[in-house]
């Protein structure tokens, strides 16, 4: 008797690893695609050049583009 109880709880619990599994992997696949995109940025040098480029320079710049747009 105690088995059949057993299994009519497991059977509630029958995708739960299966959804436990998918968000993981979404979890780690979207962790080593940012990592990807920080590293490129900072292979292209862009980080390199937002330090180098004074802030007033960016924000007026942005603003500009804001308002054209």
Known sequence: MR???DARAREGE??????EYAVVASALASLIVGMGAIWKFFADGRA???ALVPLTHRVLE?????LLF
Do not use: I
């Open 3 to 5: 088995s059949r109880e």
């Open 14 to 19: 029958c995708g739960q690893s299966t959804v």
């Open 48 to 50: 390199a050049d937002l």
């Open 62 to 66: 942005g603003l500009v583009d804001a």
